[in-house]
Protein backbone atom coordinates (compact mmCIF):
# COMPACT_ATOMS: atom_id res chain seq x y z
CA UNK A 1 0.00 0.00 0.00
CA UNK A 2 1.54 3.10 -0.85
CA UNK A 3 2.06 6.08 2.13
CA UNK A 4 1.20 9.60 0.91
CA UNK A 5 2.09 12.66 3.06
CA UNK A 6 -1.40 13.78 4.69
CA UNK A 7 -2.18 16.70 2.50
CA UNK A 8 -1.43 14.74 -0.96
CA UNK A 9 -4.79 12.41 -1.50
CA UNK A 10 -5.67 10.56 -5.00
CA UNK A 11 -8.64 10.73 -6.56
CA UNK A 12 -10.61 8.75 -9.38
CA UNK A 13 -11.94 10.23 -12.44
CA UNK A 14 -13.96 8.81 -15.16
CA UNK A 15 -12.88 10.06 -18.56
CA UNK A 16 -13.04 10.07 -22.11
CA UNK A 17 -9.40 8.81 -23.45
CA UNK A 18 -7.38 7.57 -26.09
CA UNK A 19 -7.37 3.64 -24.58
CA UNK A 20 -5.36 2.26 -27.45
CA UNK A 21 -2.98 2.42 -30.68
CA UNK A 22 -1.45 0.55 -33.48
CA UNK A 23 -0.47 0.54 -36.94
CA UNK A 24 0.74 -2.53 -39.46
CA UNK A 25 2.36 -2.28 -43.05
CA UNK A 26 1.76 -4.81 -45.20
CA UNK A 27 2.24 -5.82 -48.90
CA UNK A 28 0.28 -8.56 -50.31
CA UNK A 29 -0.08 -10.24 -53.57
CA UNK A 30 -3.10 -10.77 -55.64
CA UNK A 31 -3.56 -12.44 -58.70
CA UNK A 32 -5.69 -11.45 -61.64
CA UNK A 33 -6.70 -12.70 -64.83
CA UNK A 34 -6.98 -10.94 -67.58
CA UNK A 35 -9.56 -11.47 -70.91
CA UNK A 36 -6.60 -11.63 -73.64
CA UNK A 37 -2.97 -13.12 -72.93
CA UNK A 38 -0.71 -9.93 -71.71
CA UNK A 39 2.53 -9.85 -73.38
CA UNK A 40 4.17 -7.02 -71.46
CA UNK A 41 2.98 -4.42 -68.27
CA UNK A 42 2.46 -1.30 -69.55
CA UNK A 43 1.28 0.25 -64.97
CA UNK A 44 -0.40 -0.79 -62.31
CA UNK A 45 -2.69 1.62 -60.11
CA UNK A 46 -4.57 1.16 -57.30
CA UNK A 47 -7.68 3.79 -56.55
CA UNK A 48 -11.09 3.90 -55.05
CA UNK A 49 -9.98 2.66 -51.63
CA UNK A 50 -12.37 2.75 -48.54
CA UNK A 51 -12.18 1.01 -44.83
CA UNK A 52 -13.41 0.86 -41.61
CA UNK A 53 -12.92 -1.16 -38.30
CA UNK A 54 -14.09 -2.53 -35.32
CA UNK A 55 -12.56 -3.69 -32.20
CA UNK A 56 -12.12 -7.46 -32.02
CA UNK A 57 -10.38 -9.00 -29.05
CA UNK A 58 -6.86 -7.28 -27.97
CA UNK A 59 -6.79 -5.94 -31.58
CA UNK A 60 -8.41 -4.28 -34.29
CA UNK A 61 -9.71 -5.31 -37.47
CA UNK A 62 -9.89 -3.34 -40.64
CA UNK A 63 -12.16 -4.47 -43.21
CA UNK A 64 -11.30 -2.58 -46.82
CA UNK A 65 -11.38 -2.63 -50.55
CA UNK A 66 -10.26 -0.58 -53.35
CA UNK A 67 -9.92 -1.43 -57.09
CA UNK A 68 -6.57 -2.65 -58.80
CA UNK A 69 -5.80 -1.35 -62.58
CA UNK A 70 -3.18 -3.16 -64.97
CA UNK A 71 -2.24 -2.23 -68.39
CA UNK A 72 -1.01 -4.26 -70.58
CA UNK A 73 -0.22 -4.74 -73.99
CA UNK A 74 -1.54 -8.30 -76.16
CA UNK A 75 -1.14 -9.97 -79.18
CA UNK A 76 2.37 -9.56 -79.65
CA UNK A 77 2.27 -6.10 -77.88
CA UNK A 78 0.07 -4.55 -80.90
CA UNK A 79 -3.06 -3.82 -78.75
CA UNK A 80 -3.61 -3.15 -75.10
CA UNK A 81 -6.17 -3.54 -72.92
CA UNK A 82 -6.64 -2.74 -68.86
CA UNK A 83 -7.66 -5.59 -66.47
CA UNK A 84 -9.91 -4.14 -63.39
CA UNK A 85 -10.47 -6.36 -60.18
CA UNK A 86 -12.07 -5.18 -56.81
CA UNK A 87 -9.85 -6.27 -53.31
CA UNK A 88 -11.61 -6.55 -50.84
CA UNK A 89 -9.13 -7.31 -47.29
CA UNK A 90 -8.93 -7.82 -43.85
CA UNK A 91 -6.26 -6.35 -41.90
CA UNK A 92 -5.89 -6.94 -38.10
CA UNK A 93 -3.68 -4.29 -36.17
CA UNK A 94 -2.66 -5.39 -32.76
CA UNK A 95 -3.35 -2.83 -29.70
CA UNK A 96 -0.13 -1.01 -27.93
CA UNK A 97 -0.93 -0.03 -24.36
CA UNK A 98 -4.51 -1.19 -24.51
CA UNK A 99 -5.87 0.25 -20.96
CA UNK A 100 -7.51 -2.76 -19.01
CA UNK A 101 -9.62 -0.47 -16.91
CA UNK A 102 -11.38 0.79 -20.39
CA UNK A 103 -15.39 0.29 -19.90
CA UNK A 104 -15.39 -2.09 -23.23
CA UNK A 105 -18.92 -0.89 -23.82
CA UNK A 106 -19.38 2.09 -26.09
CA UNK A 107 -15.87 2.03 -27.35
CA UNK A 108 -15.32 3.65 -30.78
CA UNK A 109 -12.65 2.85 -32.99
CA UNK A 110 -11.10 4.66 -35.45
CA UNK A 111 -9.09 4.22 -38.86
CA UNK A 112 -6.67 6.50 -40.57
CA UNK A 113 -4.77 5.67 -43.51
CA UNK A 114 -0.95 6.27 -43.02
CA UNK A 115 -0.07 5.13 -46.53
CA UNK A 116 -2.95 4.18 -49.67
CA UNK A 117 -2.54 1.19 -51.62
CA UNK A 118 -0.25 1.35 -53.88
CA UNK A 119 1.13 -1.07 -56.38
CA UNK A 120 4.67 -2.45 -56.01
CA UNK A 121 5.38 -4.29 -59.30
CA UNK A 122 3.01 -6.13 -61.42
CA UNK A 123 4.57 -9.49 -62.71
CA UNK A 124 3.33 -12.01 -65.58
CA UNK A 125 3.10 -15.24 -64.57
CA UNK A 126 1.20 -18.60 -65.76
CA UNK A 127 2.38 -19.08 -68.79
CA UNK A 128 0.87 -15.22 -69.33
CA UNK A 129 -2.37 -16.54 -68.39
CA UNK A 130 -2.12 -14.44 -64.42
CA UNK A 131 -0.90 -11.19 -63.48
CA UNK A 132 0.46 -10.73 -60.11
CA UNK A 133 -0.01 -7.46 -58.76
CA UNK A 134 2.23 -6.56 -55.05
CA UNK A 135 0.07 -3.92 -53.29
CA UNK A 136 1.38 -2.30 -50.29
CA UNK A 137 -0.51 -0.09 -48.02
CA UNK A 138 -0.50 1.69 -43.78
CA UNK A 139 -3.12 1.92 -41.80
CA UNK A 140 -3.06 3.23 -37.96
CA UNK A 141 -6.02 2.89 -35.54
CA UNK A 142 -7.09 4.39 -32.11
CA UNK A 143 -9.98 3.30 -30.14
CA UNK A 144 -11.51 5.46 -27.63
CA UNK A 145 -13.11 4.82 -24.28
CA UNK A 146 -14.44 5.79 -20.72
CA UNK A 147 -11.70 4.86 -18.69
CA UNK A 148 -10.44 5.64 -15.06
CA UNK A 149 -7.55 7.91 -14.39
CA UNK A 150 -6.04 8.44 -10.94
CA UNK A 151 -4.65 12.02 -9.98
CA UNK A 152 -3.41 13.48 -6.67
CA UNK A 153 -5.07 16.13 -4.86
CA UNK A 154 -4.13 18.21 -2.09
CA UNK A 155 -5.70 20.88 -0.53
CA UNK A 156 -5.67 24.78 -1.52
CA UNK A 157 -2.73 26.92 -0.11
CA UNK A 158 -3.94 29.45 2.72
CA UNK A 159 -4.25 33.17 2.15
CA UNK A 160 -1.08 33.60 4.15
CA UNK A 161 0.62 31.34 1.78
CA UNK A 162 -0.16 33.71 -1.17
CA UNK A 163 2.41 35.79 -2.91
CA UNK A 164 2.25 39.06 -4.66
CA UNK A 165 2.13 38.57 -8.21
CA UNK A 166 4.38 40.11 -10.42
CA UNK A 167 1.86 42.52 -11.59
CA UNK A 168 1.03 43.61 -8.09
CA UNK A 169 5.03 44.45 -7.44
CA UNK A 170 5.44 46.51 -10.25
CA UNK A 171 1.65 48.34 -10.07
CA UNK A 172 3.59 51.64 -8.31
CA UNK A 173 6.82 51.73 -10.43
CA UNK A 174 6.91 55.44 -11.99
CA UNK A 175 9.61 54.21 -14.48
CA UNK A 176 7.54 52.51 -16.80
CA UNK A 177 5.23 55.41 -17.39
CA UNK A 178 4.93 57.23 -20.34
Known sequence: MAHFDKDVRCREIYTQAVCGKGSKYSQTTYTMRPANRPSTIGGCWVMNHSCDAELVGDFVEVHGRFDVNVWYSYNGNTETGVAKDTVSYIQQVPLRELDPLATREGMQVSVKVLQQPNCLDATIVDGGNEILVRVEK??????????????????????????????DIFEDDEEFED
Open 138 to 167: ELSVEVMGRTKVYVLVSDPPSEKDDEPLEE
